[in-house]
């Protein structure tokens, strides 16, 4: 079984300030791990995946993620974050052979000011 | 491309009442479909995962016979919420994927708020 922990439930920022969204698993076997977006009354939105190879991966719009195994963590940082990146991000993982069952960590909202 | 709708967006039942909710992928063929059910400010739980032509399996805690998922063709699946109560009242999500398995490739919808008076 896997289990996330997301240890931010909420984190606020200044725009254009650097911001870290932690997320740390649990699992017996090895595992995908993926970072999704949620902006208010949407569904969610893939933001980038680790599947295997380069433990460091990025997405188009400046955020990016790094596997780390011996910590068990994919942390989600970007350098400078804007007004429109206000919304819920969630880290999920999904074991090997699982089916492609997501298990998902309990979100952690962030907030960008101006 | 790779696009999963869900039908409706938003319904406002009465208590003892069935509500039917359907997810479709438009431009592929989806294997897999999953349900998940979200509570305000909290996560995504995985409710069920259905396969073509197959019954669905349910995680545990979940009543089959209050949530009824049918994947009946490789395009639709359906959640009926049987004898709603204020309690189901939630978002619902969707996702569909077009392998099996597929973590990598799982498209999600936009979710269906359901509100049981």
């Known amino acids: 079984a896997q289990s996330v922990t997301q240890l931010d439930s909420q984190v606020p920022v200044f725009e254009e300030a650097p911001v870290e969204l932690r997320c740390n698993y649990s699992?017996?076997?090895?595992?995908?791990l993926f970072w999704y977006v949620q902006y208010p009354n949407q569904g969610l939105q893939l933001l980038l995946k680790y599947l295997s190879g380069s433990t460091l991966v990025k997405s188009i719009n400046g955020f990016e993620a790094e596997f780390n195994k011996s910590q068990t963590s994919f942390h989600l940082r970007k350098p400078s974050v804007h007004i429109s990146d206000t919304a819920e991000y969630f880290c999920a993982v999904s074991g090997y052979n699982q089916g492609g069952k997501l298990i998902f960590g309990q979100g952690t909202e962030l907030s960008v000011k101006p | 491309g790779a696009v999963v709708s869900q039908h409706p967006s938003r319904v406002i039942c009465k208590s003892g009442t069935s509500v039917k909710i359907e997810c479709r992928s438009l431009d592929f063929q989806a294997t897999t479909m999953f349900w998940y059910r979200q509570f305000p400010k909290q996560s995504l739980m995985l409710m069920a995962t259905s396969n073509e032509g197959s019954k669905a399996t349910y995680e545990q805690g979940v009543e089959k016979d209050k949530f009824l998922i049918n994947h009946a063709s490789l395009t639709l699946s359906t959640l009926t919420v049987t004898s709603a109560h204020p309690e189901d009242s939630s978002f619902y999500i969707c996702s569909a994927s077009p392998y099996l398995p597929g973590p990598e490739t799982q498209y999600f919808g936009p979710g269906t708020r359901l509100l049981v008076l």
């Open positions: 699992s017996s076997v090895s595992v995908y």
